[in-house]
């Protein structure tokens, strides 16, 4: 018997433009429909996975953002900054 693996080449699949500076973490959401992102801009951003959706800026950290994760049920994203602190997001949009 014969297995035979095709790997095909790695494609696209969208684009996200919005930080004003780095991106230094990304985190998705356990349902595939949200993408929360950090910064050394001192923000996160929440992205709609479908393309006509618009994105979210959440400000509040007041140096660069290091760490972004969301909670196994998808309803809080936490993210940590280089200020000293931990803030929690309800992403509900």
């Given at each position: 018997m014969?297995?035979?693996?095709?790997?095909?080449?790695p494609s696209l699949q969208r684009h996200f433009k919005g930080h004003r500076d780095?991106?230094?973490?990304?985190?998705?959401?356990c349902n595939m429909q949200q993408i929360a992102t950090g910064s050394l801009?001192?923000?996160?951003?929440?992205?709609?996975?479908?393309?006509?959706m618009r994105s979210y800026r959440l400000a509040g950290h007041k140096e660069a953002v290091?760490?972004?994760?969301?909670?196994?049920?998808?309803?809080?994203?936490?993210?940590?900054?280089?200020?000293k602190?931990?803030?929690l997001w309800v992403p509900s949009l």
């Open positions: 014969v297995i035979r693996l095709i790997k095909s080449d780095s991106v230094t973490c990304v985190d998705i959401n801009d001192s923000s996160v951003m929440i992205w709609r996975m479908k393309t006509q290091t760490c972004v994760h969301f909670s196994p049920s998808g309803h809080l994203v936490a993210s940590a900054s280089r200020d602190t931990v803030r």
